[in-house]
């Protein structure tokens, strides 16, 4: 079997319609090599400060709390997905993060400096795609990247052209007349251009068509492989960030009501069956700390927030009549069960359920 | 530095399409010498040129500056400058200046094709408007206003987009700043800080300045600090500008404030001073410390030091008449009712002998300030002479007793004597067909209202009043001589003159005639009787070496010339201590008429104070060591401090 | 054989362990064989669109655990001598993928008879595509 059958195969239900030849198969090894010898000490000394972090950021509107007291930190090399609904606050977390807006309290740190006192240096080593393309609408791309260039220490204009070239921007339309994929496209050459340590993205694929989206987390994905930066992900695309994000915070109603790993989570947010719920007693889940119930004639579906598989195996034992089955969740799911119209499931539930 | 020159090339190189459309515009005027031939042509196609490049300019100015900034905070844009490492100062600069540089060169490009082609087709002669245009002021309005365009567009578009609550402050801000401005601007006129009108253009230019400084640190606050947020940056703005403006108005008006609150001892100096009868009150004026021009008049009371601010000093150093009452309990003066210059002169009265008294507005007013005013004995009376025109009125009420319009009479302030309630004796300078000077004595009586004349005298200016005013001694007829005439009847009553010597006359207080003869051994003074006879016995005294009796010279009096007499049996005499003709240091000796020979007063160097004449029995003159204000009393020469005082500057030649 | 390689985020296993499986069970189920070489940790990122962290963190542990080699400069390898499933792994996921299938064969009505016929005749095929070549896969069910 050739090399290039067996990734074809390997990649058979990844829905890559056309693989690329492994030209890069050396580059890529010695990607992983860094990877696993990542241990040196000015490594380790640069991840003793978070790259992004939130200490108590508060935003309000007048009287409406926009943002309430959210604490966060991200260690190198994290991709952080920060989930909400729409009016959840998450905008203006990020443009406090981003030192474009000034928290009624609280501190943005990036790098482990002010991000609000320090915004125009901080900028340099911080690459960022606005929810909405923000970039001048009479200029083209190549403008675009002669005014950037003088800017930051390290813009690498090969990467930028190539960057288009691969998303099929044209680089002599003004900005405005590109589609909004394409614009999307422009903003993460753009950030990703200038080299950055840090990235900070809001909702980048809103608006985006399924191809565009699928080439925005593409080259979101080789810049992770070939430089394993920092990444904290403002977005609505739950399918495409959960196989990436390490670690994801919800925001409600201005609090983050949970900021966990998501190995970690989706281990413990499950749905539980029961097929008949009359033969267990009304409170048996709850010691999973039960989000949301659904009831239908096949019996009854229990999201539970505090899944553990050997007191799950005693429940079963105990109520065999139940008929209990368990079954996992996606992380569009958890949301949710997290954030949904469920009358304020996190209440009872608290910031994610026992730990 | 690296950040404003990208955002600035960014800016610009955004808006070439204006700069590339400028010039091709600045074609259009070419084609007015089609329409219109010759040198009209070329100079329509100045005008025309000169008016698309300011058009341009302007416009420019206007949108670029209401969009540059504001259209992308409205529409979020902003966002992309700070999201990158770029100042926001240099964002804000870099915005903005690139607006103000596009309107600029967007003018300027629009002018060119004129230019050029007055270059080759004219040989360079240029023709006018463009020429104007090219010179300073011209091109200083240009570039000044240009970004104080921007800077007004960019306020009123952040405004508009935003549209925050932040719109009340603003409105209520620039309403008020401009309420605070325009009050204040109103009081330096009233108190002559500022002359009414003001002249426009200076105030334009100050105002222009002060509204683009505080719009500057304003937009500067706002998109530095209110960064990509629109409604912060509504906010920053606007409580930047009108903070800014606030705080201006607010020290305009409280340094307005300090120029108007000013006492008489604020004066930068004294340029005219009047004592009452009494000696409690003294009329003081001069320039004073703020704008140019600006003076100030008070009247103070000597023994409290309580001064009350009057509005008779027209500007630094000129007064409208003031009048006081024989008895010292009333003073009267003329001031402008309205714009300082142009509006009629209303007199004010202020009640001396009741304390806190305010100034109060008669009912008289004149078409224009008086440029004298006399009062009766007894007050009730007050006749304003305005150049060649006598206006008696009742105080009180204000009732018009007579009028009358010297026609022939010279532009010289008629002299007037109310020689009691009822009549009046008016003396009218003119010019007699010989062409020598006369002067038309009247008689003016207020109950009939008839004016009777009496005789005209060959009499010219350097003149003076009997006490009683039934006499005249005029001086300098012929030049080194002098004569005294009998008013009724126009009688010479003598002919007062000494070979080799110059001499003078003046009455003194108790009638008698006093006599000046100034020649090579020194000055003689010799006291006659009124009609001016030497009387047996009659006192002579020679005045020490480089001493002379003061010769004074009072504008607002219609007597050129002054004796100083200290009371009924003393004349005041100066000695000039160095032989300098003005502003030498001077020493005052006491002339004993009863006794004769001199005493010296005080130290030297001191400053008469007006009115230098003193009638009143056991009063004394007013003198000032440019510290203090003194009261000498002349039998004993005591020098009594009466406060401090300004320097003061006699208005008199010497 | 088109050997499945799915990805599915919703299964509560972490991603890195799925690909950790999916790579085990190709290797050991012989559709890669040693010494084949493995797509780079950035292709296959790519390719399944996850972090390419993961595919790194799979592709470590199956380093260590012997079934992959990296040989510097040449990229991952099927290691020469792949160890085989443990036999607590392997009857861990033949009661899952059982379980699915009954449940399947379930909710379509077919008996166990039924569906145990249609396992072996698969089986059976399965076999006989294999061919030679199957001879150095690991069969299934060794006790190893």
């Known amino acids: 079997m050739s090399p290039t059958a067996a990734h074809a195969s390997l990649l058979a239900a990844g829905a890559v319609p056309h693989f690329p030849p492994a030209v890069r198969s050396d580059a890529a090894a010695g990607a992983l090599a860094a990877d696993l010898a990542r241990t040196d000490a000015a ?4 991840a003793a ?10 935003v309000r509107y007048g009287r409406r709390t926009a943002v309430d007291a959210v604490s966060l930190a991200l260690s190198e090399g994290t991709v952080y997905a920060l989930l909400g609904r729409n009016g959840a606050g998450k905008s203006s977390l990020v443009r406090c993060l981003l030192g474009q807006q000034r928290p009624a309290a609280g501190r943005a740190l990036l790098f482990g400096r002010d991000a609000w006192r320090h915004r125009a240096s901080l900028m340099a080593q911080v690459g960022v795609v606005p929810e909405q393309p923000d970039a001048p609408p009479g200029a083209t791309a190549r403008r675009l990247a002669r005014f950037c260039r003088p800017l930051y220490p390290h813009w690498d204009d090969a990467a930028f052209e190539g960057r288009l070239r691969r998303f099929g921007v044209p680089t002599d339309l003004p900005f405005g007349r590109l589609s909004r994929g394409q614009q999307g496209h422009v903003a993460l050459a753009l950030a990703l251009a200038a080299r950055p340590r840090l990235l900070i993205l809001d909702d980048p694929t809103l608006g985006l068509d399924a191809v565009a989206r699928r080439a925005f987390f593409e080259e979101l994905i080789d810049e992770l492989a070939d430089r394993g930066t920092t990444v904290l992900i403002a977005t609505h695309d739950l399918a495409a960030i959960e196989r990436i994000a390490d670690r994801a ?13 998501l190995e970690g989570l989706k281990q413990r947010c499950r749905r539980i069956w029961l097929a008949d719920a009359a033969a267990a007693p009304a409170t048996a889940l709850d ?4 989000l949301a119930r659904v009831t239908g004639d096949w019996g009854v579906e229990t999201i539970v927030a505090a899944y553990d598989e050997e007191r799950f195996r005693a429940f079963q034992d105990s109520a065999a009549g139940a008929g209990a089955r368990v079954g996992s969740l996606d992380l569009e799911e958890i949301f949710i069960a997290l954030t949904g119209a469920g009358a304020d499931p996190l209440e009872s539930a608290g910031a994610g359920g026992p730990r | 530095m690296r950040g404003l020159a990208a955002v600035l090339r960014h800016e610009i190189a955004e808006r070439r399409l204006l700069l590339l459309a400028s010039p091709v515009l600045g074609l259009l005027p070419l084609a007015a010498p089609l329409t219109s031939a010759g040198s009209a042509g070329s100079e329509l196609r100045d005008i025309e040129a000169l008016f698309l490049a300011l058009a341009l300019s302007g416009l420019s100015a206007l949108l670029l500056g209401a969009s540059v900034v504001g259209a992308d905070l409205a529409s979020r844009r902003l966002a992309f400058f700070f999201s990158r490492p770029l100042t926001g100062g240099a964002v804000w600069a870099g915005k903005l200046g690139a607006a103000a540089i596009c309107a600029w060169t967007a003018g300027l490009l629009a002018l060119l094709p004129s230019r050029l082609f007055d270059a080759t087709a004219n040989g360079g002669d240029g023709s006018f408007p463009n020429h104007a245009l090219l010179s300073w002021p011209w091109l200083a309005i240009w570039f000044g206003a240009v970004p104080l365009t921007v800077l007004i567009a960019h306020h009123g578009g952040v405004i508009l987009r935003t549209r925050s609550a932040w719109l009340v402050l603003d409105l209520a801000g620039a309403v008020t700043v401009g309420a605070i401005v325009l009050w204040t601007l109103r009081r330096l006129q009233y108190w002559g800080a500022l002359p009414d009108p003001s002249p426009v253009a200076p105030l334009v230019a100050i105002g222009a300045g002060a509204v683009g400084i505080a719009l500057l640190a304003a937009s500067a606050a706002q998109v530095i600090d209110g960064r990509a947020d629109p409604v912060r940056g509504h906010r920053i703005l606007s409580l930047t500008f009108a903070g800014l403006g606030l705080a201006g108005a607010l020290a305009f008006a409280v340094l307005a404030q300090r120029w108007i609150a000013i006492g008489p001892l604020d004066l930068d100096r004294w340029s005219f001073a009047a004592v009452a009868p009494g000696q409690r009150w003294i009329a003081l004026a001069g320039p004073a410390p703020g704008p140019r021009e600006y003076g100030a008049a008070f009247l103070l009371e000597v023994g409290s030091g309580r001064s009350v601010r009057a509005r008779f000093a027209k500007r630094a150093e000129d007064t409208l008449p003031l009048a006081f009452s024989a008895d010292g309990r009333r003073a009267i003066w003329a001031e402008y009712q309205g714009r300082q210059g142009t509006s009629p002169g209303v007199l004010v009265s202020l009640a001396l002998d009741r304390a806190g008294a305010m100034p109060v507005r008669t009912p008289i007013v004149e078409a224009a300030p008086p440029a004298k005013l006399v009062l009766s004995p007894h007050g009730a009376r007050i006749a304003a002479v305005t150049g060649r025109h006598v206006a008696v009125y009742e105080l009180d009420s204000g009732r018009l007793l007579a009028a009358h319009t010297f026609g022939e009479a010279l532009d ?8 009691d309630e009822d009549h009046l004796r008016l003396l009218v300078s003119r010019d007699e067909v010989s062409g020598e000077q006369a002067l038309a004595v009247y008689d003016l009586d207020l109950a009939s209202r008839r004016l009777a004349g009496l005789a005209t005298l060959p009499c010219g200016w350097l003149r003076m009043l009997s006490p009683d005013a039934e006499r005249v001694a005029c001086n300098n007829r012929p030049p080194k001589a002098a004569a005294a005439f009998d008013l009724a009847s126009g009688r010479q009553l003598a002919e007062l003159r000494q070979p080799g010597a110059k001499v003078r006359a003046a009455y003194l207080a108790d009638g008698r005639l006093a006599l000046l003869a100034q020649g090579p051994a020194g000055t003689e003074v010799t006291i006659l009787d009124g009609d001016g006879r030497l009387p047996p016995g009659a006192p002579r005294f020679r005045l020490p070496p480089g001493a002379t009796l003061v010769w004074f010279w009072m504008p607002e009096e219609d007597t050129f010339s002054w004796i100083v007499q200290t009371d009924a049996h003393r004349l005041l005499a100066r000695e000039i201590l160095r032989d300098r003709p003005l502003g030498a240091r001077t020493s005052w000796n006491v002339l004993d008429l009863a006794r004769g020979g001199t005493r010296s007063l005080g130290p030297d160097g001191l400053r008469l104070l007006p009115p230098w004449g003193v009638t009143a029995a056991g009063s004394a003159p007013l003198f000032s060591d440019g510290a203090r204000l003194l009261r000498i009393d002349l039998a004993t020469g005591e020098a009594h401090a009466l406060g401090p005082a300004r320097p003061y500057r006699a208005p008199y030649v010497e | ?5 799915p990805i599915d985020p919703s299964d509560p296993r972490p991603i890195w362990r799925q690909i950790e499986e999916n790579v085990r069970h190709l290797v050991a189920s012989g559709a890669l064989r040693p010494s084949t070489s493995l797509p780079s940790v950035r292709e296959l990122a790519r390719g399944l669109a996850v972090n390419p962290a993961t595919v790194a963190k799979a592709y470590q542990r199956l380093t260590e655990a012997g079934v992959l080699a990296v040989r510097r400069g040449d990229g991952t390898y099927v290691a020469s001598a792949p160890p085989a499933l443990s036999a607590a792994q392997l009857h861990e996921r033949l009661h ?3 379980l699915r299938y ?12 039924q569906a145990t016929a249609a396992l072996e005749s698969a089986w059976r095929a399965f076999d006989a595509d294999r061919g030679a070549a199957a001879k150095t896969a690991v069969p299934p069910g060794d006790p190893a």
Not at chain 1, 250 to 261: K, S
Not at chain 3, 1 to 5: E, L, R, Y
Not at chain 3, 102 to 113: D, E, F, K, N, R
Request: charged letters at 15%; zero cysteines; aromatic letters at 6%.
């Open chain 1, 43 to 46: 490594a380790e000394a640069r």
């Open chain 1, 249 to 261: 915070g919800i925001l409600a109603g201005g609090r983050l009501v949970l900021d966990e790993d």
């Open chain 3, 1 to 5: 054989m088109k050997a499945a390689f």
């Open chain 3, 102 to 113: 009954a449940s399947l064969a379930a909710t379509l009505g077919a008996t166990v008879q």
């Open chain 1, 49 to 58: 400060v978070p790259p992004l972090a939130a200490a108590a950021i508060t």
């Open chain 2, 412 to 419: 010289w302030p008629v002299t007037v004597v109310f020689r």
């Open chain 1, 287 to 290: 010691g999973f700390a039960p």
């Open chain 3, 96 to 98: 899952a993928e059982a």
